[in-house]
C-alpha cells in the first residue's frame, strides 16, 4: 500500500465516521478514487504536500524496512516516520549511542502492532537520549535546540543557573501531557544536580506512531528523508496552491456529488501543521467547486476546507 492509498483510506474513514456516511471506493484513478454511498458519487484525489523523494539510498532503506517489519507480522499497518528522523539501518548491528538497532526497533514496531485493534493508533516507544549542560551557575535559563525548543519556558523558570538542552535526538513526543510534564520535571531536577561545566543524559522516548490498517499484511513507512524538510513552510505554500490549482479544475471536471481533495502532511503532530495557515493566503476561486480539503498527516484527519450545512447531499431538504 502507497502513501497516497493510506491518505485515501484514512479520509474515507473519517468522512464516513464524522458525516455517518457509507462511502465505499467502486474504481480507483491515477490520483485518487470515485466511491459511491448508495445514490451519492465521490470524487477524491490524494495528494502529498512535499514532492516525492527521488533519493534511492532512502527508498531502498525504507522498502526493506518496511519488508522486515512485515515478515511474520499478521496486521496491516501505517508507521508515521517522525519529521527529521533516521530510518534505522538495517545492515547497522547496534545503533548510535542511546537508539536501538533496526533488530530492535522492528520487533517494538511489531509488538506494538500486535496490540492494536482495528483502525487504532498509538505509538512505538524509542529510547533516545537528551543532553543538559550546565554552562554557568549565574542567571536562570535553559536554551534548547530540537524538539522540546516549544516548551523552554516550562521549565527555565525553575531552574538556576544558565544551560544548554540538546533534544535534537527527539522528535515527536507521546499525546499524553502527562509525559511532557514529567519529562520537564525529570530536566528541572538534573538542572538542580548539575555542577557548572557538566553534563547529564537524561532518557525519554520517541513516539513513533504505528496504526493498524485494513488488511491482513503489509506495511506502509510514510515519512521523507531529513533534510528534505528544510523550510518546509515555504515549500507547503508553494505546493499547496499548485496542488489546488491542479486537481481544483480536475475534480470539478468529474461527474460526482461531492469533491474532495486528500492532502498527506508530513507534519510531527497534526496540529502543528501549517497548511490552514497557507490556505488563508490564497484567492478561494483555487478551492471553489471542493466540499472537502483535508490533511492527513500522523495517523489523524482534520478539515481545511468543508462544505456549509445544506450544501452536501445528505444534508439537503
Known amino acids: ?17 464524522t458525516h455517518e456516511r457509507r462511502f465505499r471506493i467502486e474504481t480507483r484513478t ?10 451519492i458519487t465521490l470524487a477524491v ?8 523523494t527521488q533519493n534511492r539510498e532512502w527508498l531502498a ?3 526493506a524496512l518496511q519488508e522486515q517489519i512485515a515478515a511474520g507480522l499478521p496486521v496491516a499497518i501505517a508507521l508515521w516516520l517522525p519529521a527529521g528522523a533516521e530510518l534505522p539501518v538495517l545492515s547497522a548491528a547496534e545503533g548510535p549511542a542511546g537508539e536501538p538497532s533496526a533488530s530492535q526497533f522492528t520487533s517494538l514496531v511489531r509488538q506494538t502492532a500486535v496490540r492494536l485493534g482495528p483502525r487504532e493508533r498509538s505509538h512505538v516507544p524509542l529510547p533516545v537520549s537528551l543532553f543538559l549542560r550546565k554552562a554557568s551557575d549565574a542567571g536562570g535559563v535553559v536554551s534548547v535546540t530540537g524538539a522540546l ?8 523558570e525553575h531552574v538556576r543557573g544558565a544551560y544548554d538542552l540538546d533534544s535534537t ?27 557548572a561545566g557538566r553534563t547529564a543524559e537524561i532518557q525519554t522516548i520517541d513516539a513513533w506512531t504505528v496504526q493498524r490498517r485494513r488488511g491482513r499484511q503489509g506495511v506502509t513507512i510514510i515519512g521523507v528523508p531529513p533534510g528534505e524538510i528544510d523550510d518546509m513552510g515555504l515549500t507547503v ?19 460526482a456529488h461531492v469533491r474532495a481533495l486528500a492532502l498527506l502532511g508530513y507534519y510531527p503532530r ?26 492527513v498527516a500522523d495517523g489523524l484527519v482534520t478539515p481545511l476546507i468543508e462544505a456549509p450545512a445544506g450544501v452536501l447531499p445528505w444534508r439537503r431538504g
Not at 45 to 52: I, N, S, V, W, Y
Not at 170 to 187: G, Y
Open 61 to 63: 532503506a525504507r522498502d
Open 169 to 195: 535526538r527527539l522528535h515527536r513526543l507521546p499525546e499524553s501531557d502527562e509525559h511532557l510534564q514529567q519529562l520537564i520535571q525529570t530536566i528541572i531536577d538534573q538542572a538542580a544536580q548539575l555542577d
Open 270 to 295: 497534526i496540529e502543528q501543521e501549517g497548511a490552514t495557515t497557507a490556505m488563508r493566503g490564497y484567492d478561494p476561486v483555487l478551492y471553489s467547486g471542493l466540499d472537502f480539503v483535508c490533511l
Open 149 to 156: 525548543n516549544p516548551y523552554w519556558a516550562r521549565f527555565t
Open 30 to 39: 491515477e490520483a485518487g478514487a470515485t466511491a459511491r454511498d448508495g445514490a
Open 45 to 52: 484525489e490524494a495528494r502529498p504536500l512535499l514532492e516525492p
Open 1 to 17: 500500500m502507497s502513501e497516497t492509498d493510506v491518505c485515501l483510506e484514512l479520509f474515507l474513514d473519517w468522512l464516513n465516521r
Open 237 to 255: 505554500r508553494r505546493n499547496l496552491r499548485r496542488l489546488l490549482a491542479g486537481s481544483g479544475p480536475s475534480l470539478r471536471g468529474r461527474e
